[in-house]
């Protein structure tokens, strides 16, 4: 046996803090659910969840096979990256496409080809079909003001909808997950965390990311304020001029609204220490989707998106 | 690594709490060039001329719309000493529901009261809820103290009013602090103000930065709810058997004598494991896995506790309720409770007493406990549990009451709970 260290004492260390509650959560859902799952994009909230599940599981496998919603705008590197996590802990993916919606008429692509408002229906009937009751995702209560008031168990009606007038009150550590048959319950393990402590918790446990994290050469052209990239979903309209600038990702989603930054930060020291710098909010920085009204998310979140 | 401080903010409708959650992101730079930005052209379409603050926490459309907070919302913030959890209550309408949950995990809560109109109903009971779940630090924030032209002996009056009522909740002088400030203006939040002269105690964050917080207690008798069963049977660990929870109370090392509950099998610590590898010593609020001595038969609800400080197993409990549903209850109800990590049957014996928060006295035998209600209720379990009292092992003197119909949660129970 190697030598050991002491304890450290989990009230003293914000961090350990946040990661027994999220493992406690975790285990929680595994002994409540008959059928959960991880929403998993990829993206460093979804690997950070998955990390967790990893932590609290151990020395057994996860007990949760993951799901993706797949809006067709990847980034390369995510999807590849997504792909090798899956391979490397032996885990079992399910991928929902909006394109596979698209095609048969379920859903119409938007005008602006922005996708991500077209990932709920796919994820509600991807929950449906599977009959999952529990489904987890990376949000987290500092990312925007709807957000700030989620339940850590957040109950979903059978139509997947959030009601915020009527969310349970949430107790001490006691997590409710009663729900009646089709009705789910989204569960948020990161809810207490803050774009710091996720980034300061990578660093200490050394947890791999895709590479888009951190800063990189790509040509990128300017609409509403944003950096966006060429790919998939379009590319610069006449007059939109293209440069290539060293640039990172402080989200990721769908890549047609996704906005790159300009950062040389390259290690993990240096993406904590521009967040830590940054006058702007992640989401406020990055997200196109996010301005569209002053109550984007609280609507999205009511028609049953994360 | 700086230490964590969670808050809870109580207040009735108007006394400008989101105003003052607001100032306190705003004056520690938690407010991003964005959100303010956001803020800014809110308030501008609204035809106010500063900022309002208020907007950065009120988060739902119909919360913007009527001007109030809703829901609780949870804020972080921090400064070089010390990282904020703040749980923002909203102030009407079920209110007690609403302090209850944010009360719930808070070391230290702000109460805000408008100096125009010093403590009323609403302060006092909120204080009352407080004790009850036992938030061991109390600030009673006078705010708007600029429209009462920072007058000392209004100030006064309100402090030493609300010191007396603390006291008889049970707060120590010292746990108890009495801050003028002015949310809109800043004065006092983050900064002190030049307006209150006469005032020579720490501004609020100050305050919060510095107040000290009591680590568990490490004497605690030690408890560990079994939330999981790891059995990985994999070829690398074909008979691995661990025990998967939160340490609830007290501290564990290898070798400790055990009992398992509620049927009273004793055994030793053999292991204490992480995915970082094995512990020599773990404490409250540790996820671990814990390894056995004896192959037992153990699973999800059971509970491991210290052999020679066990708690009261039993099928008949006293305990308080904070009734949070408009669902009245009745004696005779049947119910779930969720205790650890074990849910049961209960059946409501008797509703003993309900309590008056106003004159902090209790009224035997009512016929029901509505919405907002606090009453002491003797419950029938369908099996033995193990429980401890709330005020000397509150994580497992706690429970949910839980609706088996709708699976809505009615209540925050705490076992064997006296009034304040």
């Known amino acids: ?306 | 690594m700086s230490s964590l401080l969670r808050l809870a903010t109580a207040g009735s409708v108007d006394d400008g709490k989101s105003t003052l959650v607001g100032r306190l992101l705003f004056d520690t730079k938690s407010v991003l060039a964005d959100q303010l930005d956001a803020v800014t052209r809110a308030s501008v379409d609204r035809g106010l001329s500063t900022p309002d603050l208020s907007l950065l926490v009120d988060g739902l459309r119909s919360e913007r719309e009527q001007g109030i907070t809703i829901d609780v919302a949870y804020r972080y913030f921090a400064t070089p000493k010390r990282s904020f959890v703040l749980a923002d209550t909203p102030g009407h309408v079920q209110y007690t529901r609403n302090t209850v949950t944010g009360a719930s995990t808070a070391q230290l809560a702000v109460l805000l009261v408008d100096a125009r109109k010093g403590v009323i109903e609403q302060t006092r009971r909120h204080a009352a809820v407080l004790a009850l779940l036992g938030v061991p630090n109390l600030v009673l924030a006078v705010n708007k103290i600029d429209l009462v032209g920072y007058d000392e002996a209004t100030f006064t009056v309100i402090a030493e009013e609300f010191a007396a009522h603390a006291a008889s909740l049970g707060y120590p002088r010292g746990s108890v602090l009495s801050i003028p400030v002015s949310a809109l203006r800043g004065d006092n939040v983050a900064a002190p103000s030049e307006q209150t002269p006469w005032y020579s105690g720490p501004t609020l964050l100050e305050h919060l930065e510095t107040v000290p917080v009591a680590p568990d207690p490490h004497d605690a008798a030690f408890r560990f709810p079994v939330q999981y069963v790891i059995r990985p049977r994999t070829p690398e660990y074909p008979d691995y058997r661990g025990y998967a929870g939160q340490i609830a109370a007290g501290t564990i090392r290898p070798g400790d004598e055990v009992v398992v509950l509620p049927r009273g099998l004793r055994t030793k610590i053999e292991r204490i494991d992480t995915a970082d590898g094995p512990l020599q010593e773990a404490g409250a609020g540790s996820s671990v896995t814990v390894l056995l001595a004896d192959d037992l038969d153990i699973s999800r609800g059971d509970l491991i506790a210290a052999a020679d400080r066990r708690p009261t197993v039993t099928d008949e409990i006293t305990a308080t309720l904070c009734w949070l549903s408009s669902k009245p209850l009745v004696p005779g109800s049947k119910l779930l409770v969720k205790h650890g990590a074990k849910t049961v049957q209960a059946l409501v014996q008797e509703i003993t007493a309900r309590f008056d928060e106003q004159t902090l006295s209790s009224v035997d035998g009512p016929d029901s406990l509505e919405l907002n209600d606090i009453g002491r209720v003797i419950l029938r379990t369908s099996e033995e549990i193990p429980v401890d009292d709330y005020g000397t092992s509150p994580r497992t003197g706690a429970f949910l009451v839980i609706d088996p119909k709708d699976g809505d949660t009615l209540a925050a129970g705490m076992v064997g709970k006296r009034f304040a």
């Open chain 1, 1 to 306: 046996m190697t030598t050991l260290e002491p304890a450290t004492d989990a009230a003293q260390d914000n961090l350990a803090a946040l990661e027994s509650e999220a493992i406690h959560i975790f285990r929680e859902v595994a002994g409540e659910f008959d059928r959960p799952v991880i929403l998993f994009s990829g993206g460093k909230d979804s690997t950070l969840l998955l990390h967790l599940a990893i932590k609290a599981f151990w020395p057994a496998p996860v007990p949760f096979p993951l799901l993706h919603v797949d809006t067709g705008h990847n980034f390369d590197e995510v999807l590849e990256f997504r792909d090798r996590v899956v391979e490397r802990h032996g885990l079992r993916l399910v991928v929902a496409k909006v394109q596979d919606w698209i095609d048969d008429g379920r859903l119409e692509e938007r005008a602006d080809g922005i996708r991500n408002p077209l990932q709920t229906t796919p994820l509600l009937e991807t929950i449906s079909d599977n009959k999952y009751d529990a489904v987890f995702g990376g949000g987290r209560r500092d990312e925007e003001r709807a957000r700030a008031k989620e339940r850590i168990f957040s109950l979903r009606n059978a139509f997947g909808q959030w009601e915020p007038k009527r969310q349970r009150p949430e107790l001490w550590n006691l997590y409710n997950g009663r729900h009646r048959a089709g009705e789910q319950v989204r569960v948020f393990p990161l809810s207490n965390w803050t774009e710091a402590d996720v980034w300061n918790y990578i660093a200490r446990e050394n947890v791999d990311l895709p590479s888009i994290y951190y800063a990189h050469k790509r040509e990128v052209y300017k609409r509403d304020g944003m950096w966006l990239a060429e790919g998939p979903w379009g590319g610069p309209k006449p007059g939109e001029e293209v440069k290539e600038l060293t640039v990172r990702y402080r989200t990721v989603g769908d890549g047609s609204c996704t906005g790159a930054v300009e950062s040389t930060a390259s290690t993990v020291d240096e993406v904590i220490a521009e967040v830590s710098a940054s006058r702007l909010t992640e989401r406020g920085a990055t997200r196109a989707d996010d301005r569209l009204s002053e109550a984007a998310m609280e609507d999205r979140k009511r028609e049953g998106y994360f």
